[in-house]
């Protein structure tokens, strides 16, 4: 209760602040795959429903939603993860493999495909640190579609995660027989799929795992009013997604990404080595297209990035903020450095000794 708490006082003020049209916090534990904290916004009081009449409930329909399961989206460049988890898994490339990227214009299957900055050659690491589109869409490409596509389902996408909530929805991930020849170049940064948040938080907490995908739950245990324990609910693997080494390559990569040099400096929290990932998705027109101005931006990381005691999503649908500020590392990373801030405390986590982010690097740990 105290975590939900802190993730609903914090997600009042991010749209006090931002004024989205939606906005959704999850908090996980990735070792077991519990959920610590879900909110979102707009919401209403459950205990207050039944005095409503039933326009209301019609008028306020979209207000009752659990849009962490039931709201899909491209989830932009979290979705690197994915994509670079893949090629590692694969012994394709090292970190410091280099990767040219083509500086800012990519020319492929008649299209430009275009990086925010340009950049010539880029470790692997860096274009996750520096969220190159191209740098992502040439390691999808090494993959093969096949392949790519397999670690996209492997992650969990494009079915349920099994969470005990009504109404949870699959997300949308075609076979590679139904891409276009631009596909392999647009998935790998989060267009062309539509995942759920839910999803999108289960996905990062196996990279935090070792690459053990957990099952999300809601409910430990069920007790009488004499405290005995009537039913239980011990934790699920679904299964090993990729190995320990590749999710420990990921997640250094993921630390660089919450430092002065990676987009998520804002996400930083103090004492403690942070890792994540930000996103930056232009909202779908339902007539086609994208709506131009719109994104949904997000930022998803966990700490303490050797041994993870939470993993934390921040997502808002259409933040009014500058144009030039409305990013996921701009916006979502502050609310989650609030929100780690916070937890942190509550759990008890003993600080870590500050340590320049440039000289972070983690050690691979043991997995049971």
């Known amino acids: 209760m105290n975590l939900q708490n802190i993730v609903e006082t914090e997600l009042d ?20 795959g519990e959920i610590l904290a879900m909110a979102n916004r707009p ?14 409930i019609k008028e306020h329909e979209a207000d009752m939603r659990n849009c962490a399961i039931m709201d899909e989206m491209e989830p932009g460049s979290t979705f690197k993860m994915v994509t670079a988890a893949g090629a590692f898994n694969e012994h394709m490339v090292q970190p410091d493999s280099m990767i040219f990227c083509e500086n800012g214009a990519f020319s492929y299957g008649g299209r430009f495909l275009h990086d925010h900055h340009p950049y010539g050659d880029l470790t692997v690491e860096d274009i996750l640190i520096k969220s190159s589109n191209i740098g992502a869409a040439k390691l999808a490409m090494g993959l093969g579609e096949q392949r790519f596509y397999g670690y996209i389902r492997a ?17 949308l991930v075609y076979p590679p027989h139904r891409w276009s020849k631009l596909s392999i170049t647009r998935i790998p940064m989060g267009q062309e799929v539509a995942v759920t ?7 990062l907490s196996a990279i935090a795992n070792g690459g053990k995908l957990m099952m999300p739950q809601i409910v430990h245990d069920i007790t009488d009013s004499d405290g005995n324990v009537i039913a239980s ?5 679904i299964r ?40 930056t998705a232009e909202k779908i027109d339902p007539k086609g297209g994208y709506m131009p101005g719109k994104y949904i931006v997000s930022f998803c990381g966990f700490l303490p990035a050797d041994n993870p005691a939470f993993v934390g999503l921040v997502m808002l649908d259409d933040a009014q903020t500058k144009p030039e500020e409305d990013y996921g590392g701009t916006v979502a990373a502050p609310v989650f450095s609030r929100i780690g801030e916070k937890v942190a405390r509550y759990m008890n986590l003993e600080p870590q000794p500050e340590v320049p982010a440039s000289d972070v690097v983690i050690t691979q740990r043991e997995h049971d």
Do not use: W
Not at 47 to 54: C, E, G, Q, S
Not at 240 to 257: D, F, K, R, Y
């Open 233 to 237: 609910f011990p934790p699920v693997e």
């Open 155 to 171: 992650f969990g996408f494009g079915e349920r995660t099994g969470v005990s909530l009504p109404g949870e929805i699959p997300g």
């Open 43 to 56: 919401n209403f009081d459950p205990n207050d429903i039944r005095t409503k009449p039933a326009s209301y």
């Open 13 to 32: 003020n991010a749209c006090q602040e931002f004024k989205p049209k939606k906005a959704i916090v999850i908090l996980m534990r990735p070792q077991t």
């Open 197 to 203: 948040p839910l999803q999108t938080i289960v996905a």
């Open 240 to 279: 090993q997604v990729v190995s320990p080494e590749a999710a420990h390559e990921v997640t250094n990569a993921l630390i660089g990404v919450v430092s002065p040099r990676g987009t998520a400096a804002l996400a930083r929290v103090s004492g403690f080595v942070t890792a994540g990932k930000t996103g």
